[in-house]
């Protein structure tokens, strides 16, 4: 039997009126509204599916990339940063040590001219001893001598 002849006897074999009844409802107006609701909400639900894929492939990406990122910016500055820090650990001490310095009391300073230092250095001079046995002989510095001796040179030229 030829596929034309097949086809013919399958189109007489078919229950005609059970399929147009089938048509019938499904052309029903309560019913096409519910199958287009339904259509859109399963295409919305697969959109929504596949937005979560690509989002999750997107955020496996972002991590990855951050923690290359993030292993090469410590390769490259964990000698920097130990190499500060040892800078700074390193001032933190000498920073110690002043406070410290400061806080103890400096010696007291050493006596200056006082009157009979004062009075014994012009009699050393008036006798000819040179400034720096005078500052030797009395433990003064020797510009301390010179000083007092300019300035009695002075208060005398005014007399």
């Not at 019938?24 to 929504?48: E, K, M, T």
């Not at 990855?64 to 410590?74: F, P, Y």
């Not at 009395?138 to 300035?151: A, T, W, Y």
Request: glycine share 6%; hydrophobic share 50%; charged share 25%.
């Amino acid at each position: 039997m030829s596929l034309l002849a097949r086809g013919a006897s399958w189109l007489r074999d078919v229950d005609w009126v059970r399929y147009l009844s089938w048509l019938r409802r499904l052309c029903d107006p309560f019913l096409l509204p519910v199958a287009i609701l339904a259509g859109l909400v399963l295409a919305a639900v697969a959109l929504s599916f596949f937005a979560l894929l690509r989002t999750r492939a997107a955020a496996r990406a972002a991590r990855q990339q951050g923690q290359a990122l993030e292993d090469g910016l410590s390769a490259r500055f964990s000698g920097s940063c130990e190499e500060l820090r040892a800078r700074v650990d390193a001032l933190a001490g000498q920073l110690e040590e002043v406070r410290r310095g400061t806080l103890l009391v400096p010696s007291a300073p050493r006596a200056g001219f006082n009157l009979s230092k004062r009075s014994q250095a012009l009699r050393m001079y008036r006798h000819g001893e040179p400034p720096d046995r005078i500052a030797d002989t009395l433990e003064v510095s020797p510009q301390e001598i010179d000083l007092l001796l300019k300035v009695h040179r002075i208060v005398i030229k005014n007399l």
